[in-house]
């Protein structure tokens, strides 16, 4: 597959899906296990074999019958027809059994799109009742930094990943000298593990950062506070998310709380100049394990209390931006080895740069909304990468999309009613999907859950939400937002105007029709036209008469397609009007119909929704059909009566 990141296609190649093989039961899989492998499956909870220091560490939790795979290092090399020695016929898409360090909730989602490939994914957390673990193939109960049980459960899998980087890397690079193929590589958990690590690394690789420093003492401290001034963001170097691990010192005098509050020194603590973002950005990576890389559009992270709150897709950002931001994540993941996802987390300034923030080797809270907005979940697509499937189409196969976190509001029980109630509203909300973790216990901003609103443009999934969150409502209903704006230079105009209007309601097009006139209200005009897009409006239907300058102005302020309607004035019969619609310059186009006919405008907007409406498709087939059945009818009256009774029925 081809790299798609540097040149910033918007949308990927279409994914190509291919079968593996699988064993056809537990038997002829049993066959394949070495006698030790299969000896350590006897059980649900013994204790460690060999070491007696982690007896209370790890159990193992049966969900369906055992097909357990060896160690091995590649995909490409399984020969399982050979192996069994006969050609009986395979119908698995991989027989991999892809191990997962971690059960939150990446685990749980990893798990959902294994399912619909037939992967068997096997989980690795210390809680018993993790969100991965009704999901999972198998649970077992053990800490992922344990290298004596992540070594045990390494045997279980024929592919080792991640699902939380803090897990122990020298472990991993063991079991990748003993041939466990683990992806990502061990040299990238060990250098995104260390946050000042990951910063050296990369700047090494000359991708933008914001300047930092290693600090050891109080003079180091104070001396990053010379070069890089107040505030300053102090971080530690490892255990370190969702805004734990940073404190920032607004003066000299609070380095001391500011160091106190992260754990001392001795916890290993960096700074890092205070960099003045706009927007925080994100771009979801993938890698295979050939090298194919595909990037996800470019979204913006919004974080309440330093944790992700809201995710919105595709970011506001110019193409430019979107363009540079893609340029930078790419070049960050490529310094990397390894295959899966990997999440660039971004900061946009107010002049324009793009600076690196960090980067996650796994899937991500800015990615949780591929699942409904995307042809390829970045779920699924961290599984095509580490058992070596073709990546999939990472474009998005609905307009706009926002992901909101459901984070925990209080504690206990007061904190599951609150949450359980927002999952209520947004049930009711078009467009919504909840997604629930399944976690035992409620805390304060703890994340439970998720809900994701797709929708015909941005702004109707933030009406949406805002809905979902009782901001906004008319009259105890969801507000329902326009997609056509028609808009004419007086109220003269609305006479012939009003035919687009009725064409607009007869389709059920939500339509809202204003006064903008572009030489009496030029700030007004300037204003809607940019907006437009923004608030949903997704066609303009502009009416003028005599100079008609309103719809070539407005095209040249928004993206969206304009509609000029050319209006009939006191002289020259219009034609002044549609002459200067149709002699708009290059790089301004307007359409444009007939004089005064403000119906076929509205029906023009009606197809050009229907590009990616299915309803409005069928309904104007319809709407065709209808008029040649009138036609049709017309016919049969002039032949039957004659032309005579025909026009004297028309009186």
């Given at each position: 597959?081809?790299s798609?990141?540097?040149?910033?296609?918007?949308?990927?190649?279409?994914?190509?899906?291919?079968?593996?093989?699988?064993?056809?039961?537990?038997?002829?899989?049993?066959?394949?296990?070495?006698?030790?492998?299969?000896?350590?499956?006897?059980?649900?909870?013994?204790?460690?074999?060999?070491?007696?220091s982690?007896?209370s560490?790890?159990?193992?939790?049966?969900?369906?019958?055992?097909?357990?795979?060896a160690?091995?290092?590649?995909?490409?090399?399984?020969?399982?027809?050979?192996?069994?020695?006969?050609?009986?016929?395979?119908h698995?898409?991989?027989?991999v059994v892809?191990?997962?360090?971690?059960?939150?909730?990446?685990?749980?989602?990893?798990?959902q799109?294994?399912?619909?490939?037939?992967?068997?994914?096997?989980?690795?957390?210390?809680?018993?009742?993790?969100?991965?673990s009704?999901?999972?193939?198998?649970?077992?109960?053990?800490?992922?930094?344990?290298s004596?049980?992540?070594?045990e459960?390494?045997?279980?899998?024929?592919?080792?990943?991640?699902?939380?980087?803090?897990?122990?890397a020298?472990?991993?690079?063991?079991?990748?000298?003993?041939?466990?193929?683990?992806?990502?590589?061990?040299?990238t958990?060990?250098?995104?593990?260390?946050?000042?690590?990951?910063?050296?690394?990369?700047?090494?690789?000359?991708?933008?950062?914001?300047?930092?420093?290693?600090?050891?003492?109080?003079?180091?401290?104070?001396?990053?506070?010379?070069?890089?001034?107040?505030?300053?963001?102090?971080?530690?170097?490892?255990?370190?998310?969702?805004?734990?691990?940073?404190?920032?010192a607004n003066?000299?005098?609070?380095?001391?709380?500011?160091?106190?509050?992260?754990g001392?020194?001795?916890?290993?603590?960096?700074?890092?100049k205070?960099?003045?973002f706009?927007?925080?950005?994100?771009?979801?990576v993938?890698?295979?394990?050939?090298?194919?890389?595909?990037?996800?559009?470019?979204?913006?992270?919004?974080?309440?209390?330093?944790?992700?709150?809201?995710v919105?897709?595709t970011?506001?950002?110019?193409?430019k931006?979107?363009?540079?931001?893609?340029?930078v994540?790419?070049?960050a993941?490529?310094?990397?080895?390894?295959?899966?996802?990997?999440?660039?987390e971004?900061?946009?300034?107010?002049?324009?740069?793009?600076?690196?923030?960090?980067?996650?080797?796994?899937?991500?809270?800015?990615?949780?909304?591929?699942?409904?907005?995307?042809?390829?979940?970045?779920?699924?697509?961290?599984?095509?990468?580490?058992?070596?499937?073709?990546?999939?189409?990472?474009?998005?196969?609905a307009?706009?999309a926002?992901?909101?976190?459901i984070?925990?509001?209080?504690?206990?029980?007061?904190?599951?009613?609150?949450?359980?109630?927002?999952?209520?509203?947004?049930?009711?909300?078009?467009?919504?999907?909840?997604?629930?973790?399944?976690?035992?216990?409620?805390r304060?901003?703890?994340?439970?859950g998720?809900?994701?609103?797709?929708g015909?443009?941005?702004?109707?999934?933030?009406?949406?939400?805002?809905?979902?969150?009782?901001e906004?409502?008319?009259?105890?209903?969801?507000?329902?937002?326009p997609?056509?704006?028609?808009?004419?230079?007086s109220?003269?105009?609305?006479?012939?105007?009003k035919?687009?209007?009725?064409?607009l309601?007869?389709?059920?097009?939500?339509?809202?029709?204003?006064?903008v006139?572009?030489?009496?209200?030029?700030?007004?005009?300037?204003?809607?036209?940019?907006?437009?897009?923004?608030?949903?409006?997704?066609?303009?239907?502009?009416?003028?008469?005599?100079?008609?300058?309103l719809p070539?102005?407005?095209?040249?302020?928004?993206?969206?397609?304009?509609?000029?309607?050319?209006?009939r004035?006191?002289?020259?019969?219009?034609l002044?009007?549609?002459?200067?619609?149709?002699?708009?310059?290059?790089?301004?186009?307007?359409?444009?119909?007939?004089?005064?006919?403000?119906?076929?405008?509205?029906?023009?907007?009606?197809?050009i929704?229907?590009?990616?409406?299915?309803?409005?498709?069928?309904?104007?087939?319809?709407?065709?059909?209808?008029?040649?059945d009138?036609?049709?009818?017309?016919?049969?009256?002039?032949?039957?009566?004659?032309w005579?009774?025909?026009?004297?029925?028309?009186?």
């Open positions: 597959m081809l798609l990141c540097p040149n910033f296609s918007p949308t990927a190649a279409a994914a190509v899906v291919v079968s593996s093989c699988k064993l056809d039961s537990a038997a002829s899989a049993a066959a394949l296990i070495p006698q030790r492998t299969r000896n350590s499956l006897v059980g649900c909870s013994h204790m460690h074999p060999t070491n007696s982690s007896c560490s790890w159990m193992l939790r049966q969900r369906h019958t055992p097909i357990v795979m160690s091995g290092t590649s995909l490409d090399s399984q020969d399982t027809s050979s192996a069994r020695g006969d050609k009986r016929p395979v698995g898409l991989s027989e892809v191990g997962v360090l971690g059960g939150g909730q990446l685990g749980r989602m990893l798990c799109a294994a399912s619909q490939l037939a992967i068997k994914v096997i989980v690795l957390d210390p809680m018993e009742n993790c969100p991965a009704s999901l999972s193939h198998y649970h077992m109960v053990g800490n992922y930094d344990d004596a049980t992540v070594q459960f390494a045997k279980r899998c024929r592919v080792l990943t991640v699902e939380i980087e803090h897990v122990d020298a472990t991993l690079e063991k079991l990748e000298q003993q041939g466990v193929d683990c992806q990502p590589k061990a040299s958990i060990r250098i995104i593990q260390d946050k000042y690590l990951q910063k050296v690394h990369f700047s090494r690789h000359s991708i933008p950062l914001p300047k930092f420093m290693q600090i050891d003492d109080l003079n180091s401290a104070k001396q990053a506070g010379v070069l890089f001034n107040y505030p300053l963001m102090i971080k530690s170097k490892r255990l370190a998310y969702d805004g734990r691990g940073n404190a920032v003066s000299e005098e609070e380095l001391s709380s500011a160091v106190d509050a992260l001392g020194y001795d916890r290993g603590l960096y700074v890092e205070w960099a003045p706009v927007k925080e950005l994100s771009v979801i993938v890698r295979g394990r050939d090298n194919s890389v595909v990037c996800y559009p470019v979204v913006e992270t919004i974080h309440r209390e330093n944790i992700c709150h809201i919105k897709s970011a506001d950002v110019s193409w931006i979107m363009k540079l931001a893609t340029d994540a790419f070049r993941v490529s310094s990397l080895e390894g295959a899966g996802v990997f999440a660039v971004l900061f946009l300034t107010a002049d324009g740069q793009i600076l690196l923030n960090e980067v996650a080797p796994r899937p991500h809270n800015s990615g949780h909304h591929t699942i409904e907005s995307c042809y390829t979940s970045q779920y699924e697509q961290h599984l095509r990468a580490v058992v070596g499937l073709p990546l999939g189409d990472p474009s998005m196969k307009p706009a926002i992901m909101y976190n984070l925990g509001e209080d504690e206990g029980e007061p904190g599951f009613l609150l949450a359980h109630q927002l999952i209520g509203r947004a049930l009711g909300i078009p467009g919504a999907s909840v997604h629930w973790y399944d976690k035992p216990e409620m304060k901003q703890r994340k439970m998720h809900i994701t609103i797709v015909p443009s941005v702004g109707v999934v933030k009406a949406r939400l805002r809905s979902m969150l009782r906004e409502t008319v009259d105890g209903e969801t507000a329902v937002l997609r056509v704006g028609i808009i004419m230079g109220d003269s105009d609305l006479p012939v105007m035919d687009a209007a009725k064409i309601r007869e389709f059920d097009v939500p339509t809202e029709v204003r006064i006139s572009a030489h009496r209200t030029p700030e007004y005009m300037v204003s809607y036209a940019s907006s437009a897009w923004k608030r949903g409006i997704q066609v303009i239907i502009a009416g003028a008469g005599g100079a008609a300058h070539g102005m407005v095209a040249a302020l928004t993206p969206l397609p304009v509609i000029g309607v050319p209006v004035a006191s002289t020259l019969d219009g002044d009007s549609l002459l200067s619609i149709v002699q708009m310059p290059r790089g301004v186009p307007v359409a444009t119909v007939a004089i005064n006919n403000a119906t076929n405008a509205g029906l023009l907007a009606v197809r929704l229907g590009v990616r409406d299915l309803n409005l498709q069928t309904r104007m087939a319809q709407y065709l059909e209808d008029r040649r009138e036609v049709l009818a017309k016919g049969e009256k002039l032949e039957e009566g004659g005579e009774d025909y026009l004297n029925s028309q009186r």
